[in-house]
């Protein structure tokens, strides 16, 4: 038979596990409470006053049984058979449900079987408790949460209403093998004890073991973690091992403070042998509208003579220390605001103590940038408004030549639609772009052209001499030389409006008119009165600002205007053809161009388009300098061809070609510029180099193909080409990328340069992988210095790791091997090889994260 009741029970609607449990508890009694007062006539009509008052269905306890039974010579109500108890979105399943008058207690037993209104799911054999909910225990229990986590325990008691104890124990968040659920999970923690306080929100364990297969392998006789309704609490975290040639081997205790809801402290001591102790702390907070955080790291280290001299290291500084802040902050659903900055003792800190990750595919670019911002963004419009500083953390950094700071940086972009039926029917888009730029720094960047020079003293900073006997003589002056960084104030403002719109004829051609006019003001103001010098036993170098003069006619100041206007016509015809196999599309595409020529002002420093790259991706871009300090001058004819298909089995494929001619006017690729950006380039005659570039991806997966070439237009020689491999089947996972670049002497490489990238990974029956990555010098120049005496197939950097990941574990083993330096070296062309020993990174990092429990990290040194 059916039947429902109404009852009244509160609850806490943050429940752990220990909570499901005693809600369990309270279900069963609820059920005998109502059949103790009602009984069946009153459960099917209740009082008026009940009727006038009605709960509200969730509040409605529901029982389903075969039969209710009522025992008068054992003073005993219970429902049985089948017996299930809805309440509030919690389920209780059992054979049989009893409550004893004389004792006042509730028993459910036979099957029994609790899911509460999250989907966690409690078993045991029987339930038994008291009549007030507060006391009791349940034999055989198991418990499934819904994060899939699992408690079993031989016996359950709970007393005064919020503390429950687990008689030994287990803990784990691992499933039962399919095949064989009695062996023990991949981990456990096992206990004498496990108790919940539900008042502190605590769980403690007391003679626990961390068991692994069924074998303990950690032991603890007491410690305790926060339950799963708290999402932070004050204690402990995983510890983390350290060790490094420098540093020794050494452990790191976080200890978390919660000191908020939206606020915290990190304190981490590490201590390491060899240079005592390095402290850390790390601030957080959270605002309505963002959040930001403080960490500061420092060291009075014991050992400083550990690390090599200056400059090749932080020689004997004792002292030594960093602070970082980040931050960002939501003004409104388009603007926010933000920093992000780093000071540092000196430049070698972060890497020495293994702060900062280090990414050998890009071993020179290990530039710290602090940085702040407001930013705003619309659906057709972006505003940027920035400041920055850079610092270099490499031996081969000189932080004096880079700047000090640059601010503020402004970018302005906005698209407009331009309404046809408003403007006479000439419609289009209309695109504002607007840039400001601010650089000061305190000495000039120099780099010699040709084969790179190095000073005497340490070989280690780009300078522009040349040796004659045993003199050096400075060759600080175009031709010989390039400056990269002016020494002085440089301030940069340009605006530029540009239109255009497509139209298609009759026949299908595509005709896209445009117009562009570009205004910048310029000031610049060098200093010439500093000077760097670099001396040692070896030699003596001095890098001037007095030097960088003759890059700019003898001037050291001035404020210039300049424009730049034109009008343009690109136009396409399209051929489509449809087959079984997919469409293919294809596209001759020609682009006109008319504009004066590029006017160089006396004085004109390249800060920001140094970067020059002509490929596929800018052959019909009307500017091909990627910043603002240059600007594309006279007439051009752009053309090529475009082949695009797409495969009925989702496939695709893409292909584009083609020339740019300089057909009237000055070439600005050939002008000069102090950073000789241009030279080189394929862009700097007439006729430029063919350049191209295709995409194949044969299938919708697995396998992607990409490769850009540039070949020279006179006499067809390859001059730069990159290929890309990426695929993916049956678990394993790879990507190959291949560069062949061309000597540049002009821009400072003196050779050629070939290079190889790749890596690979197998995962293989769905928990385990392993993975490699290579990185190789094929041209045995990666530093582009004379006298390397490395095999052709030197691999700069590589990595090698395995995984194992399933549902409750993740174990990593990564090695990974980085080339920092050079091995040989000579000062000058027939001058005496010096070696400068290389150094070889080597790094074992492990990581153990344990679902739900914590993870342990360690960082090694080899």
């Known amino acids: 038979m059916g039947f429902a009741v109404s009852f009244s029970f509160e609850s806490n609607r943050r429940q752990t596990w220990a909570a499901r449990i005693a809600l369990s508890f309270a279900v069963a009694a609820a059920a005998a409470w109502t059949l103790l007062f009602t009984g069946p006539a009153a459960a ?11 709960a509200k269905p969730q509040d409605k306890l529901v029982i389903d049984a075969d039969e209710l039974v009522y025992d008068k010579d054992k003073n005993t109500i219970s429902a049985v058979g089948s017996v299930q108890l809805f309440y509030q979105g919690r389920v209780l399943q059992a054979d049989r449900v009893t409550y004893d008058r004389a004792t006042k207690r509730v028993y459910a037993e036979g099957h029994a079987k609790m899911t509460d209104e999250h989907g966690n799911i409690i078993y045991g ?58 062996r023990p999970p991949f981990w456990q923690v096992k206990a004498t004890k496990i108790i919940e306080n539900q008042e502190t929100h605590t769980i ?41 040639g420098y540093l020794g081997t050494g452990i790191s205790l976080p200890y978390f403070i919660n000191l908020a809801p939206n606020y915290d402290l990190t304190l981490t001591p590490t201590y390491l042998s060899k240079q005592g102790l390095l402290g850390e702390i790390d601030w957080r907070q959270r605002l309505s509208n963002g959040m930001y955080n403080i960490r500061a790291i420092g060291i009075d280290q014991e050992q400083p003579g550990a690390f090599p001299a200056f400059p090749y290291g932080a020689g004997d500084l004792r002292l030594r220390g960093a602070l970082e802040s980040t931050g960002n902050f939501f003004l409104n659903d388009m603007w926010q605001f933000g920093w992000n900055g ?36 619309g659906a057709q419009s972006y505003f940027d408004l920035s400041a920055y500083h850079f610092e270099g953390t490499t031996m081969n950094d000189d932080n004096r030549t880079l700047p000090v700071a640059v601010a503020p940086v402004f970018d302005y972009n906005r698209v ?75 301030t940069r403002a340009s605006g530029q409006v540009s239109w255009q719109r497509g139209y298609i004829d009759p026949i299908g051609e595509v005709w896209k008119p445009s117009l562009f006019a570009r205004l910048d003001g310029e000031a610049t103001e060098l200093n010439e009165t500093g000077s760097i010098t670099y001396a040692s036993a070896l030699g003596t170098s001095t890098v001037a ?19 730049m206007a034109g009008a343009g016509l690109e136009y396409r015809f399209p051929f489509t053809s449809t087959s079984s196999w997919g469409t293919q599309t294809i596209t001759p595409i020609a682009q006109f161009i008319a504009r004066p020529n590029e006017i160089i002002p006396r004085i004109q420093p390249n800060e920001d388009s140094q970067s020059l790259v002509f490929d596929d991706t800018n052959l019909f871009a009307w500017n091909k300098f990627s910043g603002y300090d240059r600007v594309e001058g006279g007439t051009r004819l752009n053309y090529g061809l475009q082949y695009t298909a797409n495969f009925a089995n989702g496939g695709h494929a893409n292909f584009v070609g083609g020339e740019s001619i300089q057909v009237a006017g000055q070439n600005s690729y050939t002008l000069f510029d102090p950073t000789n950006t241009g030279l080189e380039s394929g862009l700097d005659k007439r006729y430029s180099n063919f350049v191209f570039g295709e995409t194949l991806q044969p299938f919708s997966n697995p396998i992607t193909l990409m490769s850009k070439q540039q070949f020279d237009s006179s006499t067809l020689q390859l001059a730069r080409f990159d290929g890309i491999a990426k695929a993916s089947y049956a678990g394993v996972t790879g990507s190959v990328d291949y560069a062949l670049y061309a000597a540049q002497p002009e821009l400072g490489f003196e050779f050629p340069r070939e290079g190889l990238t790749g890596n690979l ?43 194992y990941k399933d549902e409750c574990t993740t174990l990593n083993f990564t090695y990974s091997s980085n080339v920092t330096q050079p091995a040989i070296y000579q000062a000058f062309p027939g001058g005496p090889a010096i070696l400068n020993p290389s150094i070889r990174n080597q790094t074992l990092m492990i990581q153990l994260v344990l679902r739900t429990l914590g993870d342990v990290r360690t960082n090694v040194g080899l």
């Open 416 to 490: 407009v639609n331009v309404p046809a039926d408003r403007t006479n029917g000439l419609g289009g888009e209309l695109t504002v772009d607007a840039n400001i730029a601010n650089i000061n720094q305190a000495n000039a960047a120099f780099q010699s052209t040709g084969l790179q020079t190095f000073d005497a003293a340490y070989h280690l900073y780009n300078v522009c001499e040349t040796q004659v006997g045993n003199t050096a003589v400075n060759t600080y002056f175009p031709g010989k030389c390039m400056l990269n960084g002016i020494a002085g104030d440089y």
């Open 125 to 182: 054999s029987r339930f038994a408790l008291s009549d007030d909910f507060r006391d009791g225990f349940i034999d055989s229990v198991q418990v499934l949460t819904t994060d899939k986590t699992r408690f079993s325990s031989p016996r359950v008691e709970r007393s005064n209403g919020d503390v429950t104890v687990l008689q030994k124990g287990a803990y784990t968040a691992c499933e039962p093998c399919k095949d064989h659920p009695e």
């Open 761 to 803: 990974g197998y995962k293989f029956q769905d928990r385990w992988s392993i993975n490699g990555s290579l990185v190789l010098d094929m041209s045995r120049h990666y530093y582009d210095t004379l006298g390397q005496e490395t095999p052709i197939f030197y691999p700069v950097g590589y990595s090698f790791g395995l995984g």
């Open 204 to 244: 403690y364990y007391e003679d626990a073991q961390l068991q692994f297969w069924g074998f303990p392998v950690f032991y603890m006789p007491y410690f305790s973690s926060a339950d799963s309704t708290v999402n932070k609490k004050t204690g402990l975290l995983a510890p983390a091992l350290v060790s490094g």
């Open 545 to 563: 600002n007095s030097s960088q003069a003759a890059f700019f006619s003898g001037s050291n100041q001035g404020a210039f205007a300049r424009g």
């Open 342 to 377: 780093t000071w540092m003792s000196d430049k070698f800190f972060l890497n020495d103590y293994r702060l900062q990750g280090i990414n050998f595919d890009n071993f020179f670019f290990q530039d710290v940038v602090s940085t702040a911002y407001l930013r705003g963004q």
């Open 44 to 54: 099917q009509s209740p009082p008026l006053d009940a009727q006038s008052t009605q």
